[in-house]
C-alpha cells in the first residue's frame, strides 16, 4: 500500500465548478506539499504546510494532522487549472509522493 | 532570478550507453535532489545530497545510477548500461535545508 493515496485519479469539472483533491497518508510527516505539473511542463510547488489552512489566490489548501488527512481546493475553476495536481509528505529531507490528480476544466 | 536548471531537456540513447544529465541548482540552496517520473506512474525519490553530508542514495534502482555534486553545486546523475526501463523523465529540484523545493523542468531520457 503506498503511503500516499490520491482521489480521484481524475476530475473533469466545468469551467466555474469548485474542485476538491484529496489526499491520505500513513506516515508520520513533518509537512505536505501540493505540487502541480502541466502537460508537457514542469513541476511547480503550490504549498508546503505542516497544519490549518493556506490560501493562494483561488486555490486553499487545508491539513488535518490528527486524521492525516489534507485537501487542495480550486475554487471557480479556469481551463487554465488543468494539470496534474500531486500530494507528497515530507519525513525529514524524504518527499513520497502521490499517484496524482488529473484535473481537466472545460470551458 | 534564475531557477533550477536541468540538461539535457531530451536524451535518446541506444540501450547499453551510459548517460550523464546535469542539474544546476538554485545559488545558495544547500539541498539538491533527484527524482524518476515514470510514463504512468508517480515520482519516486532517487538521491539526496545536503552540504558536505553523505548523500542518501537509497532511492537508486541499481548500481547503474549513481551521482556526484561537485563543490556543492552542480550534480550530474549517471546511468551505466542504460535498460528501456530507465526511460523517464528525470526531475532536480533544490532547496534552502530542508525548506520548500524548487523543481527543474526535467530530462526526458528514452532508451531505445
Known amino acids: 500500500k503506498n503511503e500516499v493515496e490520491q482521489s480521484p485519479q481524475n476530475l473533469t469539472a466545468q469551467e466555474g465548478e469548485f474542485i476538491t483533491i484529496n489526499c491520505s497518508y500513513s506516515?508520520?510527516?513533518?509537512?505536505l506539499h501540493w505540487l502541480q505539473q502541466h502537460p508537457g511542463g514542469g513541476i511547480v510547488s503550490l504549498f508546503m504546510?505542516?497544519?490549518g489552512k493556506k490560501k493562494h489566490g483561488r486555490l486553499i489548501a487545508t491539513i488535518n494532522i490528527q486524521e492525516k488527512h489534507s485537501s487542495l481546493h480550486i475554487t471557480a475553476s479556469h481551463p487554465r487549472d488543468s494539470a496534474v495536481y500531486i500530494c507528497a509528505v515530507r519525513n525529514d529531507y524524504k518527499l513520497s509522493f502521490g499517484a496524482g490528480t488529473t484535473v481537466t476544466v472545460r470551458a | 532570478g534564475a531557477g533550477v536548471s536541468q540538461s539535457p531537456s531530451n536524451k535518446v540513447t541506444e540501450k547499453g550507453k551510459d548517460v550523464e544529465l546535469r542539474c544546476d541548482p538554485i545559488s545558495g540552496h544547500t539541498a539538491l535532489y533527484w527524482y524518476r517520473q515514470s510514463l504512468g506512474q508517480g515520482l519516486e525519490f532517487l538521491i539526496y545530497?545536503?552540504?558536505?553530508?553523505?548523500?542518501?542514495k537509497s532511492g537508486l534502482p541499481s548500481d547503474r545510477f549513481s551521482a556526484e555534486r561537485t563543490g556543492g553545486s552542480v550534480s550530474t546523475l549517471t546511468i551505466q548500461r542504460t535498460q528501456q526501463e530507465d526511460s523517464a523523465v528525470y526531475l532536480c529540484?533544490?532547496?534552502?535545508?530542508?525548506?520548500?523545493?524548487?523543481f527543474g523542468p526535467g530530462t526526458r531520457l528514452t532508451v531505445t
Open positions: 545530497f545536503q552540504g558536505n553530508s553523505a548523500p542518501d
Open positions: 529540484a533544490s532547496s534552502f535545508v530542508s525548506y520548500e523545493q524548487y
Open positions: 504546510l505542516s497544519s
Open positions: 506516515v508520520g510527516i513533518s509537512a
